[in-house]
C-alpha cells in the first residue's frame, strides 16, 4: 500500500507532520512508545479509501487528502471566540465541558458546579501522570484495526475522562463541546466516559466553529462504558464549518440489563463519518440508536454503526434518516452481528433517505451476520423524493413550496428525533433541523 499518499497539507509525509507534533503530544514512556506504535500503525494502512470495504463510499484519500497540522494552543483571542461560540450553541441547563482547539478549557467549563457522584478528570493530565501505570490505556482501543483510530490514538491531544458513580443520578446532562477557532488545522480529541452500575446519565456533544474557522479537520474519539443496570442516552449534534471535515468514533460496551439510547444529527461540515462500535457484554441489554443526515450542496455525510451481538437475550433497534439536496451524497452503512452464543437476539435496522434533486445520492448498506439460530433478525432500506400528492394537498391549502417542503421534510426526520427522551435536547435537535431548512434556497 502505498504510504506517501497520507500527506500534511504542507504536502509533507506525514510521519515529519507527526514528528513535528510530538512536542504537544502529552505522555511520555509507555504512552510515547503506544502513539509512535499507533503512528506506525497509521502509516502502513494510510489513509481509507474504495477499495477498504468498510471504506468503500468514503474514499478519505481523494474527499480529505491529507491530515492538517495539529491545531495550536488556544490562547486568550481564541478562547474569547470560543466563549462566544458555546453561549451561542442555546443548550441551557447542562453541565458543560469545554475543548477548544482540541485542548481542555476549564475557564469555560462548568467544573465548579458538577453534581454530586460526577468526577471529570483531563486526558491530558492523567497521560503525563508517570505514576498512573495505566494512563497507556486510555489511547487503546481494540474494537477495530482502523487506519483513523490508530491516528485519533497517535495524535489525541487532550479530552476529557468522566466517571458515573454507582447509582447516581445526575439532574443536568453532560455536555461535551468541541469548538474549533483555527482555520486549516487538526483538532485531535479523545474522551472516556464510565457509567457504573445503575446511574442514569444524558451526554450531549456538540461539534461547532467558532466565527472565522474554515476548512479545519476534527478526528475524535469516546469510548464509554455501561455497568449493569445503567441507563445512558447519548445524544451528538454535529454542526462544524460547512467546509470542515469531521472524523470521529464512538465504542460503546453495554453490561447487563442496561439500556443505550443515542442519536447523532449530522448537519454540517463538508465531509465527515460517525462511525460506532457497539457490544453488548451482558445479557437482557436495549439499544435504540438513531440517525438523521441533513446535506446539502457537495457535502458527503457518512454514518457506520457496527452492532455485536456477543451475548444472548439482548435486543437492538436501528432508525436512520438522511435529508440530501443539491449534489449531496448521504452514506449509511449498519451492521448487526450476532454471535453463535448470542441465542434470543431482537435485532432490526431501518434506513431511509429522502432525495430532493435529481443528483443527489445516497448509499444505504444494511448487513446482518448471523452465527445463532434462535433469533429475530431484520432490516430495510428505501429511497425516494417527497410525495407530490402530499405537497399539492399542502400547497392548494395556501402554504408556499418551501414551507411545504419543509414541513415533510420536519415529518420524515421526525420519527428519528422523537427518539430523544430529554425535552430540552429533543427541542435543540428540532431548532437544528429547523436551522437546516431554513438555509435552503
Known amino acids: ?255 447487563a440489563k442496561a439500556r443505550l439510547n443515542t442519536f447523532n444529527l449530522t448537519n454540517g461540515g463538508s465531509v465527515s463519518r460517525y462511525q460506532g462500535f457497539i457490544t453488548f457484554a451482558g445479557e437482557g441489554s436495549e439499544l435504540t440508536t438513531n440517525g438523521v443526515n441533513l446535506l446539502g450542496a457537495r457535502r458527503h455525510g457518512d454514518t457506520t454503526l457496527v452492532v455485536d451481538h456477543a451475548v444472548p437475550n439482548c435486543a437492538s433497534r436501528e432508525v436512520f434518516r438522511a435529508v440530501l439536496d443539491d449534489r449531496a451524497h448521504s452514506v449509511f452503512q449498519g451492521r448487526i452481528i450476532v454471535r453463535p452464543d448470542a441465542q434470543k437476539t431482537d435485532g432490526k435496522m431501518m434506513t431511509r433517505a429522502l432525495l430532493l434533486s435529481d443528483e443527489a445520492e445516497a448509499d444505504n448498506k444494511p448487513e446482518l451476520e448471523i452465527f445463532a439460530d434462535d433469533v429475530t433478525c431484520g432490516h430495510g432500506a428505501t429511497a425516494g423524493a417527497l410525495d407530490e400528492s402530499l405537497l399539492f394537498y399542502l400547497r392548494a391549502r395556501g402554504l408556499p413550496e418551501k414551507e411545504a417542503q419543509s414541513l415533510l421534510i420536519a415529518a420524515f426526520v421526525g420519527e428519528a428525533i422523537e427518539s430523544i427522551a430529554d425535552d430540552n435536547l429533543r427541542d435543540f435537535a428540532v431548532a437544528a433541523a429547523e436551522r437546516w431548512l431554513a438555509t435552503r434556497g
Open 1 to 255: 500500500m502505498n504510504v506517501a499518499l497520507a500527506k500534511s497539507t504542507t504536502g509533507q509525509p506525514f510521519n515529519e507532520l507527526f514528528a513535528a507534533a510530538r512536542g504537544r503530544l502529552p505522555g511520555a514512556g509507555t504512552v510515547a512508545e503506544l502513539r509512535q506504535a499507533a503512528f506506525d500503525d497509521f502509516a502502513r494502512l494510510g489513509l481509507p479509501y474504495r477499495r477498504i470495504e468498510e471504506w468503500k463510499y468514503t474514499d478519505l484519500r481523494a474527499l480529505l487528502r491529507e491530515v492538517a497540522p495539529l491545531a495550536p494552543a488556544p490562547d486568550q483571542a481564541a478562547l474569547a471566540r470560543a466563549a462566544k461560540a458555546v453561549r451561542s450553541l442555546g443548550i441551557d441547563g447542562t453541565q458543560k465541558l469545554v475543548l477548544v482547539d482540541g485542548v481542555f478549557a476549564p475557564q469555560l467549563s462548568d467544573m465548579a458546579s458538577l453534581e454530586g457522584g460526577v468526577r471529570v478528570r483531563v486526558l491530558r493530565e492523567i497521560l503525563e501522570d508517570a505514576a498512573n501505570e495505566a494512563r497507556a490505556d486510555l489511547l487503546r482501543t481494540s474494537v477495530a484495526s482502523d487506519a483513523m483510530i490508530s491516528l485519533n490514538a497517535a495524535l489525541a491531544t487532550d479530552g476529557v475522562v468522566i466517571d458515573i458513580a454507582e447509582g447516581v443520578v445526575p439532574a443536568k446532562p453532560i455536555h461535551i463541546v468541541h469548538v474549533a477557532t483555527h482555520s486549516d488545522a487538526s483538532l485531535v480529541t479523545r474522551s472516556l466516559v464510565k457509567v457504573e452500575r445503575g446511574a442514569r446519565v444524558s451526554l450531549v456533544e456538540s461539534f461547532v466553529a467558532a466565527e472565522g474557522a474554515k476548512a479545519y479537520q476534527t478526528h475524535d474519539s469516546i469510548l464509554i462504558w455501561i455497568g449493569d443496570g445503567a441507563e445512558l442516552q447519548h445524544v451528538r449534534l454535529m454542526e462544524d464549518a460547512l467546509d470542515a471535515a469531521n472524523i470521529s468514533t464512538a465504542v460503546f460496551t453495554i453490561g
